[in-house]
């Protein structure tokens, strides 16, 4: 009797925002929430004026640019919603700083060696453009988002929009 091998789809998807993607080279740092706001799982993160950190977005630089919002050590605090998740202000964040991690990508295809850019502007004519998301392009006016020179795609997005994103080089520790 032969063998009858079985195949469950033809792709693998990435898993969750904020999931680290591959080990050992990665760099991850605990830092306290600051602002007022959730910081979820897989958003790009600068400092505070106090040393905290706060979510990206409107009106940023690629300089400010100080890592990843990781699902390190939290997990998302409903069961039957795992692709979501945060940290609250004044929780400790993992913040992952080099490496490989999954984030959502929220316009354009992402590919390997491929630009990564932050959102800073939302744009009305794109519904999932929100500032503070990682995107694949540049956004139509450049001024709305910018490119983070330390970072690249590792590969396309599943069908979820989790693509793995590599952060080469530690900026802003």
């Given at each position: 009797?032969?063998?009858?091998?079985?195949?469950?789809?033809?792709?693998?998807?990435?898993?969750?925002?904020?999931?680290?993607?591959?080990?050992?080279d990665?760099?991850?740092?605990?830092?306290?929430?600051?602002?007022?706001?959730?910081?979820?799982?897989?958003?790009?993160?600068?400092?505070?004026?106090?040393?905290?950190?706060?979510?990206?977005?409107?009106?940023?630089?690629?300089?400010?640019f100080?890592?990843?919002?990781?699902?390190?050590?939290?997990?998302?605090?409903?069961?039957?919603?795992?692709?979501?998740?945060?940290?609250?202000?004044?929780?400790?964040?993992?913040?992952?700083?080099?490496?490989?991690?999954?984030?959502?990508?929220?316009?354009?295809?992402?590919?390997?060696?491929?630009?990564?850019?932050?959102?800073?502007?939302?744009?009305?004519?794109?519904?999932?453009?929100?500032?503070?998301?990682?995107?694949?392009?540049?956004?139509?006016?450049?001024?709305?988002?910018?490119?983070?020179?330390?970072?690249?795609?590792?590969?396309?997005?599943d069908?979820?929009?989790?693509?793995?994103?590599?952060?080469?080089?530690?900026?802003?520790?």
């Amino acid at each position: 009797m032969g063998m009858k091998p079985q195949t469950i789809g033809g792709t693998m998807p990435h898993g969750f925002a904020g999931s680290y993607a591959r080990q050992p080279d990665m760099i991850v740092n605990t830092r306290k929430a600051g602002g007022e706001t959730q910081i979820i799982f897989g958003a790009p993160l600068k400092y505070d004026a106090t040393g905290a950190v706060v979510p990206m977005g409107a009106g940023d630089t690629a300089a400010v640019f100080a890592g990843i919002a990781a699902r390190e050590l939290k997990s998302a605090l409903n069961y039957l919603d795992q692709s979501t998740g945060g940290y609250a202000p004044g929780e400790a964040v993992s913040v992952f700083q080099r490496g490989c991690i999954n984030v959502r990508c929220q316009n354009g295809t992402p590919r390997l060696g491929g630009a990564v850019y932050v959102r800073v502007s939302a744009d009305e004519s794109i519904p999932t453009a929100q500032a503070g998301g990682f995107e694949a392009v540049e956004a139509s006016t450049a001024a709305d988002s910018v490119k983070l020179e330390n970072c690249q795609w590792a590969g396309p997005a599943d069908s979820n929009g989790v693509a793995e994103l590599r952060i080469l080089t530690m900026r802003n520790a």
